[in-house]
């Protein structure tokens, strides 16, 4: 038989024991550590070399997107995505330099998030075309990476590498990979890396949406995007892009001297079949801007007005202004890509020698105009006010 209180006494017993317990499990579900977080590695994605000195930057099992330069007469996607193969989407697989190349810049999130994003550093996953994947681990020899951004950046291409190849291969040619995890921690600019050379790791960064992978693409010495698939075997010849034989003629360079703080117009016309492009060379001073109109005469084109620096860099495609230049600052007023009229702005932010080139825009693989092609170019010369 009880007697009276002891049940209370029992239940006060009992209150130690049971905040023991509801301590214990709070301490066990807080050092579980988060699964996105947990240290793992990544399976091996051997390197394949094609021919010498060229290497595939990752394996091609899975492309998302290939090389359309000019599609249904919109501007598409002049490069290669190619997407993570194993656990997880790949992430934090190897990702390859093509060939033997300078590093020329190494962005990341880290370094300048207005232009490369934020990294997600959210416990759990995230939701990617329909998937899963970590948010994070721990790699041997690069620490924690995250593999994605919540904001994409200025620039939307999360950790990039760009690089110019200094070997047999590709030399000269701008290379970029975008949207990796994280560069190799041994990188920086200026380090010349082999062919075939581990850069840095599979990820999604800069991307909102796509599963992980990695964005390349190249651009040859005249600032043309190369069709990767083409160079990676994936199909024979470029359908869309311009192809690098003589059928496609040859450029032709002239010096224009224009009026200064005037109109100059001159007009010109590829009757002789010879050439697929025309180059004006034009100096202009500090603080100065020229617009220049091209307008189609005669033929069935659709006039492209493009403008490069003096050593052949690309500093206006036709549609918009090269990143990274310094050295002018370009406006599109028209591209002409659907009409007759193509025309373009240049304001010299210092003492500058451009080049202006005529084409056409491509159709049917070329950018050479027809043999009745003629244009019109005029160059309106705005000089810089002078204090006085």
Not at 23 to 39: G, I, Q, T
Not at 74 to 93: C, M, V, Y
Not at 335 to 359: C, E, F, N, W
Request: with cysteine.
């Amino acid at each position: 038989m009880l007697r009276r209180g002891s049940g209370a006494h029992n239940g006060k017993k009992m209150v130690p024991m049971i905040r023991a317990v509801v301590l214990l499990v709070a301490c066990v579900v807080l050092m579980v550590p988060d699964v996105s977080a947990r240290a793992f590695k990544p399976r091996d994605v051997p390197a394949k070399e094609l021919r010498k000195g060229l290497f595939l930057p990752y394996p091609l099992r899975r492309v998302f997107r290939g090389f359309a330069e000019c599609w249904d007469g919109q501007w598409r996607h002049r490069a290669i995505d190619i997407g993570g193969i194993g656990p997880e989407g790949g992430l934090g697989t190897a990702i390859r330099s093509m060939v033997k190349a300078k590093i020329t810049r190494i962005g990341t999130p880290k370094t300048k998030p207005k232009w490369f994003g934020t990294y997600d550093r959210r416990r759990g996953r995230a939701k990617r075309h329909g998937h899963y994947y970590r948010r994070s681990a721990r790699i041997a020899g690069y620490g924690r990476v995250h593999f994605f951004t919540r904001r994409q950046g200025k620039w939307r291409t999360g950790v990039i590498i760009e690089t110019v190849g200094v070997g047999r291969e590709l030399k000269g040619h701008k290379i970029r990979y975008m949207h990796l995890a994280t560069a190799h921690p041994k990188l920086k600019v200026g380090d010349v890396v082999k062919a075939g050379q581990v850069i840095g790791l599979m990820g999604g960064t800069g991307v909102q949406e796509s599963a992980p992978h990695v964005h390349v693409d190249a651009a040859n010495l005249d600032g043309e995007k190369i069709d990767l698939e083409v160079l990676f075997g994936r199909r024979k010849s470029s359908k869309i892009c311009e192809r690098s034989d003589r059928s496609v003629g040859r450029i032709t360079r002239v010096t224009w001297n224009l009026e200064r703080c005037g109109k100059t117009a001159k007009t010109r016309n590829f009757r002789s079949g010879k050439y697929r492009l025309h180059e004006q060379r034009v100096a202009i001073p500090k603080g100065d801007r020229i617009v220049f109109r091209l307008d189609r005469v005669e033929g069935r084109w659709n006039p492209r007005l493009r403008l490069k620096d003096e050593k052949g860099r690309i500093l206006y495609d036709g549609l918009q202004q090269a990143r990274g230049s310094g050295t002018a600052l370009v406006k599109k007023i028209r591209s002409g890509r659907h009409g007759r009229k193509a025309s373009v702005s240049i304001k010299a932010l210092r003492d500058v020698k451009v080049r202006l080139v005529v084409s056409r825009w491509p159709k049917k693989g070329t950018v050479k105009p027809p043999k009745d092609a003629r244009y019109k170019l005029t160059a309106d010369w705005k000089c810089k006010p002078r204090s006085p």
